[in-house]
T-cell receptor
Framework: KAGVTQTPRYLIKTRGQQVTLSCSPI?????VSWYQQTPGQGLQFLFE???????NKGNFPGRFSGRQFSNSRSEMNVSTLELGDSALYLC???????????????FGPGTRLTVL | AQSVTQLDSQVPVFEEAPVELRCNYS??????LFWYVQYPNQGLQLLLK??????LVESINGFEAEFNKSQTSFHLRKPSVHISDTAEYFC?????????????FGTGTRLQVTL
């Protein structure tokens, strides 16, 4: 099976712009989670989508949003970019089975966003 | 809310020496515990996990971790490291099966193995 893919791998934007990042999960996986990784704050959970619905949410401002399509691909959008949004954005996919089951998360290589 | 503390930001060690990367967590409920490894310019790879049962868990490449509930710790150990183990290691916790996708990570420990 192909792994989790993220596009683009690198992105440079300026303050005030908006950006859309894409994540294609492993075939058959229905859950996609997004994380932000910065040197100062480390790895922080943004949100999780399952079957096109946001299932979990972290503590990020409303400028960060996401969505999931019927084929489980997910996009993350950041509006009105700030310098502090420069980070590695990782997505992870899992089977996402609900109930008392553990579903391993598989991470993509990330998108490196630089805001100038 | 849960939290994870990795006490060492960097751990230098010589090849073939033993190593321990420390991880402590805080949570008011039962947790799942994980160690992830990140190589340069790559995403995270699951190294090992504790869900339930035996408190000692092992990975295929010689790492092991022991869940200690009384000390709220999940330290990672390897008896003999290799150059290829040089990477960033993250300890993580999730509170319930249903939120296993919502991982709380520690700040990471950079393991630097030298000859």
């Amino acid at each position: 099976k192909a792994g989790v893919t993220q596009t683009p791998r690198y992105l440079i934007k300026t303050r005030g712009q908006q950006v859309t990042l894409s994540c294609s999960p492993i075939s058959g996986h229905r859950s996609v989670s997004w994380y932000q990784q910065t040197p100062g704050q480390g790895l922080q959970f943004l949100f999780e989508y399952f079957s096109e619905t946001q299932r979990n949410k972290g503590n990020f401002p409303g400028r960060f949003s996401g969505r999931q399509f019927s084929n489980s691909r997910s996009e993350m959008n950041v509006s009105t970019l700030e310098l502090g949004d420069s980070a590695l954005y990782l997505c992870a996919s899992s089977a996402g089975t609900s109930g008392n089951y553990y579903n391993e998360q598989f991470f993509g290589p990330g998108t490196r966003l630089t805001v100038l | 809310a849960q939290s994870v503390t990795q006490l060492d930001s960097q751990v230098p060690v010589f090849e073939e020496a033993p190593v321990e990367l420390r991880c402590n967590y805080s949570s008011s409920v039962s947790v799942y515990l994980f160690w992830y490894v990140q190589y340069p310019n790559q995403g995270l790879q699951l190294l090992l996990k504790y869900l339930s049962g035996s408190t000692l868990v092992e990975s295929i490449n010689g790492f092991e971790a022991e869940f200690n509930k009384s000390q709220t710790s999940f330290h990672l150990r390897k008896p003999s490291v290799h150059i290829s183990d040089t990477a960033e290691y993250f300890c993580a916790v999730s509170e319930t099966p249903g939120t296993a996708s919502k991982l709380t990570f520690g700040t990471g420990t950079r393991l630097q193995v030298t000859l």
